[in-house]
């Protein structure tokens, strides 16, 4: 059974920094992209960032590009997102996903950022 399983969410200030997790379970990961997407309060969900199957090739949207990275550590089967220079806009549930054969979500981790 496959799980995906976020952590790391929180409040932060504007400015600030937050490390997502995304523990996965029940899958290879060099069978799939993985990637991070967000949902703020009344819009859609969208994809930030992603990796390739090998793990290289990070992909980023232009308004993330140069303050997130995304990682992942196949010992641990975790899927990393560092977030720096955080905005009020970034606000949003954080959600880890997986795409191959199949795809999977997680449950999603909410992001607050605000002073």
């Known amino acids: 059974q496959v799980h995906l399983v976020e952590s790391g969410g929180g409040l932060v200030q504007p400015g600030g920094s937050l490390r997502l997790s995304c523990a996965v379970s029940g899958l290879t990961l060099n069978d799939y992209i993985l990637g991070w997407h967000r949902q703020a309060p009344g819009k859609h969900r969208e994809l930030i960032a992603s990796?390739?199957?090998?793990?290289?090739?990070?992909y980023y949207r232009d308004f993330v590009q140069g303050r997130f990275t995304i990682s992942r550590d196949d010992a641990s089967k975790t899927v990393y997102l560092q977030m720096n220079n955080l905005k009020p806009e970034d606000t949003a549930v954080y959600y880890c996903?997986?795409?191959?054969?199949?795809?999977?979500w997680g449950q999603g981790t909410q992001v607050t950022v605000a002073s």
């Open positions: 990796l390739s199957k090998s793990g290289k090739s990070p």
């Open positions: 996903k997986a795409t191959g054969s199949s795809e999977y």
